[in-house]
């Protein structure tokens, strides 16, 4: 018997009608996409060389970042284009079957929980709403009275006491104006998820993001979720509101609404 030396990466769920992966489409590997088909659903997925893709391989690549950014990118793609043809539901980075007895049997086994999300999110799509505040723009430490009776100590220790107070201020205004935005965005949302801020250093923007919200739209109010955005914007100067999407419904699947508790 010849040894393997291929395994299966998938992207997503598709419905069973899907007929095909969409032409020309590409993945992680730079192989062709195609579709495995179940019993009532089907799935997209790409024949990944073992030689690349097999534990320790794999584990090496995970920890290059310009591999792994380039795979991410790619694994992306296919998803995306999928996106635009039919409801899907997207799939762990780095999913992978050794061969399509697996993949069908996950189709089976996880059939309800598939089936659900697929109807969750039909007709309906993701956007990204990320907010920034300059702190310095926040802070309005209180006035420290002026004494004569001041030593140069006493003097610097009112001006920390002030700044650290100033500082809590912001923060608390921050977090207001945060939740005022999340909540007026959530109200035009079908499922709304607060996300930790991005790291400042990797996403590369100067003062606090006090929101990384994703919102579950239907597609026919896309125009008045963006509207809200722009309102929100203007509502409040000191914040700057960054809008992306339309996304597939990364996280609104079935696992990503276990792991991070989204409420609707």
Known sequence: ???????IWLYAVVPA?????????????????RLITGERLSV????????????????????DLRWLEEAARAHH??????????????????????DEAAVRAVLSERLEDFTSALQRIAGRTEWGVKAYVDPDMLAAPADEPESDQNTPGTAYLRRRRAQRQGQRDARQR?????????TALADLAVGALQHPPQDARLAAYRGWMI????????DERAQEFAAAVDSCDQRFPEVRLELSGP??????????????????
């Not at 018997?1 to 395994?7: D, G, I, P």
């Not at 998803?79 to 997207?90: E, G, K, L």
């Open 211 to 218: 929101l990384n919200g994703s919102y579950l739209v239907d």
């Open 77 to 98: 793609r296919v998803i995306d284009a999928a996106a635009r043809s039919s409801d899907v539901v997207p799939l762990r980075f780095a999913t992978l079957y050794h």
């Open 1 to 7: 018997m010849r040894a393997k030396t291929s395994a």
């Open 174 to 182: 921050a977090a207001q104006r945060a939740e005022e935005i999340h």
């Open 44 to 63: 997209l997925v790409g024949d990944v060389p073992l030689s690349d893709f097999d534990h320790d391989p794999l584990r090496d690549h995970l920890e």
């Open 17 to 33: 009608a899907q007929r095909g992966a969409p032409a020309g489409l590409t993945g992680v590997a730079g192989e062709p996409v």
């Open 247 to 264: 996304w597939p419904a990364y996280s609104f699947t079935t696992e990503d609404r276990e792991r991070q508790g989204e409420q609707s």
